[in-house]
């Protein structure tokens, strides 16, 4: 009988190299089959408990990050009565959802919050051909919100995240509902459905989509908003869509504008995506990056997420139109200085982030603007 190889270590996950069972009788073999099975190394089963708990304290992290900012909605046109889920973008009550779930010229809009309570709504846009539908509340506070991630980043096989009003579970219940998956497709939709008219670039995954599900967060690790779950699918693939965040990043206007380097025209590329917040008449505005271009100046400088950008080239920053202006002026081929906070305290975090008392300094190197 032949000799076979063995690990060399303990913590090594190779398996004995199986005999050749064409050589023996079927009996033999189905007996040499069963004994092999009880000799396999423990340490795979070992990793694969160690994996499916490091992801299941993920998902309850995020959970415990992201959920309070998930709203139940109902809305009425004429007596038609309309059910979903929206989720908080902006701390002041700023609502994103489905045109689904709030169409124009809805009334009546009731946000179900997490604890119970029940406040009303606003229509402050609606663009139906994108699914779009962004609602105020009344009821001014301080609300806890999801920050805008970067979806021309997703890729395929990555962990996504999907919370929502599941068959009304925030109405009905006070509960907001999760589920967890993968993005298994990017592609485009060419047709729309009764419900869904809505045609063009989708991110596919497989966290379930129930009803009422329409106007949900898809989430990234980060629960940073990649998408907004939609009512189109593909009847090849019968899975959930979203919408990608970057295609209703425009959509937001004055209401939360947005500017990216990769779309908008600057003096110079540096590769950022940027968000304003607050007001810019009395300078308490604030300019968040929400996404940075891989390999781009940013990138390569070390420049993070969530950062709060405060000067640029030597300007004081509080407005996407001060950005602008501060890499026009720019002296042509130079190295631009960057001054900017790292990420603040979020409110769909429970740890306060302690800031410093200086910014950071970062040194890019542009690219001319294409």
């Known amino acids: ?13 190779s398996f004995n190299r199986p005999p050749n069972l064409t050589q023996y009788g079927f009996w033999t073999s189905l007996w040499v089959l069963i004994i092999s099975f009880q000799f396999l190394p423990t ?13 299941e304290n ?52 009731r ?14 846009k609606v663009v139906t051909e994108k699914e779009f539908s962004l609602v ?48 298994s497709g990017i592609y485009k939709l060419n047709s729309g459905r009764s419900e869904s008219k809505y045609t063009g670039k989708v991110i596919e995954t497989t966290t379930l989509v129930n009803d009422y599900m329409d106007g949900s967060p898809l989430i990234d690790k ?44 600057t003096a110079v590329y540096l590769g950022l995506d940027l968000t304003e917040k607050g007001d810019v008449l009395d300078q308490k505005s604030q300019l968040i990056i929400d996404g940075i271009s891989a ?24 407005s996407i139109a001060d950005y602008k202006k501060a890499l026009k002026e720019a002296p042509s081929g130079k190295k631009i200085v960057i001054e900017a906070y790292p990420l603040e305290k979020s409110s769909s975090s429970t740890q306060e982030i302690k800031m410093p008392e200086e910014p950071r300094v970062f040194t890019l190197q542009p690219w001319l603007s294409f």
Request: glycine letters at 10%; aromatic letters at 6%; a positive charge.
């Open 58 to 109: 993920n998902v309850a992290r995020l959970y415990n990050q992201t959920a309070s900012a998930v709203v139940g909605i109902e809305s009425k046109v004429k007596e038609n009565m309309f059910l979903g889920t929206g989720v908080i973008i902006d701390p002041k009550g700023l609502v994103l959802t489905s045109v689904t779930v709030v169409p124009d010229k809805a009334r009546d809009i």
């Open 295 to 318: 390999g781009s100046p940013a990138s390569r400088a070390g420049i993070a997420l969530g950062s709060r950008i405060v000067k640029v080239a030597g300007k004081v920053i509080h």
């Open 43 to 55: 340490d795979l089963l070992s990793l694969e408990m160690v994996t499916a708990k490091r992801v």
């Open 1 to 13: 009988m032949k000799n076979y190889d063995t690990p060399t270590h303990p913590s090594c996950f």
């Open 222 to 265: 980060n629960g940073r908003i990649i998408g907004m779950l939609s009512l189109n699918y593909s009847t090849r693939r019968w899975l959930g869509t979203a919408v990608p965040i970057n295609i209703l990043k425009p959509l937001f206007g004055k209401y939360r504008p947005w500017h990216s380097d990769r779309i908008h025209k």
């Open 111 to 124: 946000i179900y919050l997490k604890g119970g309570k029940r406040v009303a709504a606003e229509i402050v």
């Open 136 to 183: 105020r509340i009344k009821t001014k506070g301080d609300y806890p919100f999801l920050r805008l991630g970067d979806s021309d980043t997703v890729k395929l096989g990555q962990p996504s995240i999907t919370l929502g009003n599941a068959f009304m579970s925030i109405v009905r219940d006070d509960h907001v509902c999760i589920n967890s998956g993968i993005i």
